[in-house]
């Protein structure tokens, strides 16, 4: 089995070769997806990521989930922390770490119900993920196990086993432009 640095070189390298035509058609199928489900319809509040470097396009469903008047909040790095705080529009962001849009609002996003999308580089069907090797969103997951969790990736991110730890929180779903992959089920 491949270890977790060499997948994530691994499918970085793919994931960068998508056009912008390929990546903008593969994430609005995928985006469709996610608006389709009853864990997204029923939802009150999400919490979605702000792509970055080829991730999948989540503008799409900010701007649906703002139109039709559920909670956002999107992820501001804190030093080893990432906090969640609500946003009302694109007017709330402006780019921080990595360069990536953060919210500039003190809105601290707080809720027992809650559907959050993670991106990540590398996705397994048991609903393993490595991200980037920071650990934030596993670090942030293993306090809100309760969430719904829905990882955004495309089909090339797809791989056929992640070595894991006790530290790596697995998703629920796996939402890409070919199939959604209902872990809990």
Known sequence: MMEKPDIRKLVL???????????????QLICN?????????????????MDFR???????IIENAL?????????????????????DSYQDLKKGYYGILEPVTTNHA?????????????????GLRIGYGKGYYDKFLCKHMEYTKIAFGFELQM???IPYNE???PMDMIITEQRIINVRS
């Open 33 to 49: 997806q996610l608006i389709a489900l009853d864990e997204y319809k029923y939802a009150e509040v999400i919490y979605i990521y």
């Open 13 to 27: 390298q793919k994931r960068n070769e998508l056009s912008k035509e390929e990546l903008t058609c593969k994430s």
């Open 159 to 161: 791989v056929e086993k």
């Open 67 to 87: 139109h039709v008047g559920k909670k956002v909040a999107l992820p501001k790095v804190d030093k080893d922390d990432m906090i969640f705080y609500y946003i």
């Open 54 to 60: 080829n991730e999948v396009m989540t503008n799409i």
């Open 167 to 169: 530290y790596d929180i």
């Open 110 to 126: 707080e809720e027992a119900s809650v559907l959050i999308v993670i991106p990540g580089v590398a996705f397994d069907e048991s």
